[in-house]
């Protein structure tokens, strides 16, 4: 609920604080006293267009601070939540607008974006007036409003799930067509490609290998001579030792270790030999001559280049051309079976939707029914309610249902009904929101409401009915009105007058009316007018004995 307001050097108000109360709160006053900077102040800190013209005048700014008291399970916090901002129970909303007509916006004294704020404040408080007006008004959340009301949470979740599903599945299909239709566009490319490698028939790593050999073969001459003249100079040096084994042996057992030695030395000059002859051969016996190898090197780049890709990922290259093609034989095959799935997904949307259609014709019924009941009191008598369910073409389906909701409203029998803004008079729109509201009591998330002269041209019964249906409200949200209306004043948990106070500098201030007394003093004065007479005064008694009834 709406804490407290505190205001600075807004047109006739110097440095003012209200304290609030929960329930049903009046505010009453003259006309011209300041009632109206009132609510332009509220609306300032809810995110309203801010206007040069609220600066009082000789200062430089104004500033208007909202404290909220909130509940943890507020919609709001989770709505900050995603917003990255931190939040609890207790919000502070502060506006600041200079002489210029700029202004700043603050939640919790960190700097926010006016629109931010306007989304915020919307969630915190709606206003009801002759010329200002929120949420009801607005066909966008009648639906919404309309469900919250008569339609099941678990309902209206399965129905948004299933239409997630439905167009996952969808995507899906139109990805995968998509892909399809480039690929048999891309058929001949893809055939000849794959023709292509597999008569080059790539390996892994076959670069690496083809490099090595070429260089070898590119040095096969110095190659051959280096390992001639290596061979003989390890025969050589083989015979050499022979004459030297000879002589050790001769010597005897003393020359043993030696022998070893020359033998393993000879072991090891015939693997020099063995390794010089391999590689020899492997010269003279390459696979691939010099051109051969240089031509096949061309073939593999070029087919890399065109392709995208290393030599050595060819292989690779070629399956993954192999699977495109096989798809585009197979595609129409998976394109039948996706499709399958899409219209399964899509009639078990439209049976979870069908569930919700049903529930919320019966809703719009009952809530209609109820809200006729609530206007006859209210001097409407002739007035009508409709709950216009309108089934929207395929195209306009949505998470939220397959039909439009708005509330429409006629002020006379014979009339065609339509938005209720574009219908209804100032204070008939603002009664056939009181209407609305008592019904949709429990419904919607602010914790305040506002209601701006909802009594205008009625008095009598009719305002009185008027303050029964705001004092009903009360009991659920808190209900701030300003009124001319004594019959509504009375029916108030909390009371206070806006009166202007000094001759030249005018100011408007705001006077809590705590004691029966004092508020039978200005519901007399609300009744009789300047002079109040002691038959206004036992007139404002009994309004005031019997708002308890």
Known sequence: ????????????????????????????????????????????????????????????????????DIPVDHDVLAFLKKQDIEGDTNLILRRVVNSDGRSKAYLNDQPISVTLLKQIGEMLVEIHGQFDTQSLLNPRVHRGLLDDYGVKAKDTNAMSASWLAWKDKERAYLQAKEKMDQARADEEFLRQAVEDLDALSPKGAEEQTLTSLRERLMKREQYLEGMNTARAAVEDAEAAMGQGWRALERIGEDAKPMIEGMDRASAELQEVLAGIASFSTDLDQSEYSLQEIDDRLFALKAQARKHGCEIDALAEKREELAQALNLIESQDDVLDELMRTVQKAREAYIEKAKVVSKAREAAAKKLDSLVAKELPPLKMDKARFET??????????????????????????????????KIASGGEMARFMLALKVVLAEVGIAGSLVFDEVDSGIGGATADAVGERLAKLAKHRQILVVTHSPQVAARAGHHWIVAKDGKKDVRTNVIALPEDQERREEIARMLSGAEITEEARAAANKLLEGRAA
């Open 388 to 421: 216009s369910i309108e089934t929207l073409d395929e195209q306009d389906w949505s998470a939220r249902g397959v039909e439009r909701v708005q509330f429409l409203v006629a002020t006379n029998p014979n009339a065609e009904a339509g938005p209720i803004n």
């Open 1 to 68: 609920m709406l804490a407290s307001l505190n205001i600075k050097n807004v047109v006739l108000i110097d440095q003012l604080r209200i304290e609030f109360q929960s329930g049903l709160c009046a505010l009453t006053g003259e006309t011209g006293a300041g009632k109206s900077i009132l609510l332009d102040s509220l609306g300032l800190a809810l995110g309203a267009r801010s206007d040069a013209g609220l600066v009082r005048k000789g200062t430089d700014q104004a500033s208007v601070t909202a404290e909220f």
